[in-house]
């Protein structure tokens, strides 16, 4: 490589320098016809005829051309670009020289500006300034000031020599990869942009499409169709209602919600679990007491006994009880639902201080498993607790003749505090009939309480932007990675072979209900997963036991829930969740089963969703340092600027304009204004606070004082026998 030259070394013979440029002489003679007697010099003072830079500093004596011979510098754009060289120097090159200082990356002469007051005159506090930045870059000193800007405008004119070498190797490996990085950020913003469109349009991910079957075979559906006492077009559904502290009013709203859909009636069993003899904070009764309230045409006269069973706690809590409700829901159709209410009452020394106020509580994933497990065994013919057992007679005594455990296909899992919309369940169903190589489906998730606070009201255009950008394009691929607990649809088990010969167990399955169940957990990863993140961890496992399956989003499918009011609520929420999702990230990076390959796969693009939730720390102030210094020199670093934008703001552009409401364009404004909150405060609260497994102030029971944190320590195992019946 060539050495660069020094500030003072002479030019080239057969070359001029033009504001910091070596010309090939013969170049400039063919166009401006100048004399032999300028080689090896510089010209720059002849080009500076319509040049108005200078305009205000030049002296009375002087005029604006200090040459006879002036040109527009306006011609020199005429000039081969094979005959131009910039002139680079070395940083080195400074240290040894105080005759230079920098602007930009120009290296202009200081020396010739300071002693040439002839030409030009510069006011005091300008030639104070200029003496102090010899040797130096002063980009941000000279742009401090209105005066000093003009100032340096002229001196760029006029006494430029050359430019400070930036192209080094390093440079260069980094701009490239600057580059790259941007080109694949487009790239997926790109696909994920055409595929919202083509959710927003209806095309969603064709789950709608009934696929096209031959004569004979719609020939043996119809005769095996002729056969069946019920039609599988409508199958008997499960409404799973995890409670733990929701008031009765909310409660109700829900179940109301759900008695409502449009689905028949006869199919539909509300299974609502109580975790643990709780009362949530600013309730009159114990959210127990709250369903029963909404319990009608009960079955039982006497209190139920409490049954044992193994939930997902180890020590002492292993063995939990529970007492089993049936009875009906009455909505405002008057039609009677059938109704299962499990209200976990703890064992026999849970009464111990301190503990008094969560008796049986075992958290959500416990009284989801309670399920879980009830229609394994049922499916399995397995041996059952005696909890099951009891669930068994319960739903057998309140469902239709036609109707057992054996019927259901589906769970549909929400919480407490959702209202489903109407046609909602229909358009899961639709969804869940066309393929059944569907296995898990959600719709889009609402906020009831928009304009409850300010927090509420940054929230509404994340959750728009996380179901329809995030989920859309994770449907796209059949992979959604997170089926909110809130509000989704599971396929209990499937039917494979000729006509469904025999069935295959999806949310039931052994290895789901295994990994899901384990009660020993002592790594920090797993306590992230199982404790922070139930639903998300479930979605992980459904993608992993059935890689050639789908889990879809669904548009049209809606939902409303109560988000966080206030910001410590808020920070208790999303360190949960942020912490739960960047270990299922690590799970789903080791599943070599997902749809798709390398930078077309989805296992490529959950690696950048990884990488952008541990770095998005660093992206806002990024941005601000980049505006701020880009303001203080007048220069932007156009990729570094683009990739950081990108990543902050176009997906909500693209979305708000996506979405033709100018109402979400003010969603928008009010999210990008709270982007400090999203993108600093609430994923460093996360990463300093992930070893607390404890769900804070989301969900506040009387008397709590303290974190609700699950107790994990292992103890001696109980001694409780006689837990398991046979049926």
């Known amino acids: ?160 020599v050359g430019f400070i070498r930036t192209e080094y ?75 733990y502290s929701e008031s009765e009013a909310s409660i109700r709203q829900t179940l109301e919600s759900l008695a409502s859909t449009d689905y028949p009636d006869s199919g539909k069993l509300l299974f609502v679990v109580a975790d643990g003899l709780v009362t949530g904070a600013g309730n009159t009764e114990s959210t127990p007491s709250a369903i029963l309230n909404l319990m009608s045409m009960t079955t039982f006269s006497d209190e139920p006994l409490p049954k044992a069973y193994i939930s997902v706690c180890s020590g002492r809590k292993r063995v939990n009880h529970a007492r089993v409700y049936s009875g009906y829901f009455i909505g405002a159709n008057q039609v009677p639902i059938p109704m299962i209410a499990v209200v976990k009452c703890g064992s026999f020394d849970e009464l111990g201080e301190g503990e008094a106020k969560k008796i049986g509580n075992r958290g959500k994933r416990d009284s989801q498993m309670i399920l879980m497990n009830l229609l394994s065994h049922a499916l399995m013919d397995d041996t059952m607790t005696a909890l099951d057992h009891e669930l068994m007679i319960q739903i057998n005594r309140i469902t239709p003749v036609n109707v057992s455990i054996e019927s259901f296909h589906f769970v549909l899992m929400v919480d407490a505090d959702t209202v489903v919309e109407k046609r909602s369940l229909h358009y899961l169903m ?24 300010w927090v509420t009201a940054i929230q509404v255009f994340e959750y728009f932007l996380s179901h329809h950008w995030g989920k859309a394009f994770e449907s796209a691929f059949g992979g959604v990675t997170c089926l909110p607990g809130c509000f989704a649809l599971y396929r209990i088990k499937v039917g494979k072979g000729p006509r469904g010969a025999w069935t295959v167990p999806v949310l039931c399955n052994p290895d789901i209900l295994h990994e899901y169940g384990e009660r020993h957990i002592h790594s920090l990863h797993k306590k992230n997963l199982m404790l922070l993140g139930e639903d998300r961890y479930l979605t992980t496992l459904m993608l992993r036991t059935f890689p050639n399956r789908k889990l879809v989003f669904v548009r049209r499918a809606l939902c409303w829930t109560v988000v966080p009011e206030t910001l410590r609520t808020l920070m208790s929420q ?20 997902l749809c798709g390959a390398f930078c077309c796969g989805m296992r490529f693009l959950v690696l950048l969703e990884f990488i952008g939730t541990v770095v998005l720390p660093a992206a806002f102030p990024l941005f601000v340092t980049q505006m701020v210094m880009a303001a203080m020199s007048g220069s932007v670093p156009l990729v570094p600027v683009c990739i950081t934008s990108s990543i902050l703001f176009l997906p909500g552009i693209l979305m708000s304009i996506l979405s033709c409401n100018p109402i979400s364009i003010l969603w928008m404004i009010v999210y990008f204004f709270s982007l400090p909150v999203w993108t600093v405060l609430l994923p460093l609260w996360a990463f300093w606070n992930i070893d607390d497994y404890g ?22 195992e109980s001694k409780l026998v006689g837990v398991a019946f046979k049926t």
């Not at 602007?103 to 020396?111: A, D, I, R, S």
């Not at 066309?434 to 409850?452: M, Y």
Request: with cysteine; proline share 3%.
């Open 1 to 160: 490589m060539a050495t660069s030259p020094r500030p003072d070394q002479a030019i080239p013979w057969n070359g001029v320098r033009i504001y910091g440029e070596y010309i090939q002489f013969d170049a400039i003679r063919a166009l401006f016809n100048v004399s032999d007697n300028v080689r090896g010099t510089d010209i720059s003072i002849q080009f500076d005829a319509t040049s108005t830079a200078c305009d205000a500093f030049t002296a009375a004596s002087s005029s604006s051309c200090a040459s006879s011979a002036c040109f527009a510098s306006s011609l020199l754009a005429a000039v081969p670009n094979a005959s131009k060289k910039r002139v680079l120097y070395e940083w080195a090159h400074l240290e040894t020289s105080n005759h230079f200082a920098i602007f930009n990356g120009v290296l202009f002469n200081l020396t010739a500006a300071l002693m040439d007051q002839s030409r030009y005159v510069f006011s005091p506090s300008v030639i104070s300034a200029l003496s102090n930045i010899a040797g130096r870059d002063a980009t941000l000193l000279l742009n401090s000031r209105s005066e000093l800007k003009s100032a340096t405008a002229c001196l760029l004119h006029t006494y430029s």
């Open 169 to 243: 190797i390093g440079c260069a490996i980094i701009h490239t990869l600057q580059v790259a990085s941007f080109a694949l950020i487009m790239t997926v913003i790109g696909v994920k942009l055409v595929i919202a469109a083509a959710f927003h349009l209806g095309l969603s991910t064709g789950v709608h499409k009934k696929k096209s079957r031959s004569k004979l075979q719609e020939r043996l559906l119809l005769n095996d169709a002729s056969k069946r006492t019920r039609s599988t077009a409508n199958p008997p559904i499960i409404f799973q209602v995890t409670c």
């Open 430 to 453: 639709e969804a869940m009939n066309a393929d059944d190589r569907i296995i898990g489906a959600c719709g889009e998730t609402q906020i009831s309480n928009k304009l409850a606070s």
């Open 574 to 593: 999303r360190r949960r969740w942020i912490n739960s999702t960047v270990h299922n990230l690590i799970e789903l990076m080791q599943m070599r089963d």
């Open 695 to 716: 769900w804070g102030e989301t969900r506040k029971i009387q008397g709590d004082t303290h974190r609700p944190t699950e107790d994990l320590r292992v103890s001696h």
